[in-house]
């Protein structure tokens, strides 16, 4: 099962709070969350479907607007 972009931001929080490793995976998963909330989707939506159709978060389309 795959992580929505609220659980990214849930991670990326808890890494930057409780694990100082783990800083640049906290920054991945924030700007991730960041790109895809900016293109339109919603916080519920799955990251990694998403980069592993389109490659890097960058290159998924802007969501549709549903009728």
Request: overall charge negative.
């Amino acid at each position: 099962m795959g992580v929505s972009i609220l659980e990214a931001l849930q991670n990326a929080d808890f890494n930057l709070t409780n694990n100082l490793i783990a800083i640049d995976i906290a920054r991945i998963q924030l700007h991730n969350a960041v790109i895809l909330l900016e293109k339109g989707y919603d916080v519920y939506e799955e990251v990694e479907p998403l980069i592993d159709k389109y490659g890097k978060v960058e290159n998924v389309p802007e969501k549709p607007e549903e009728e």
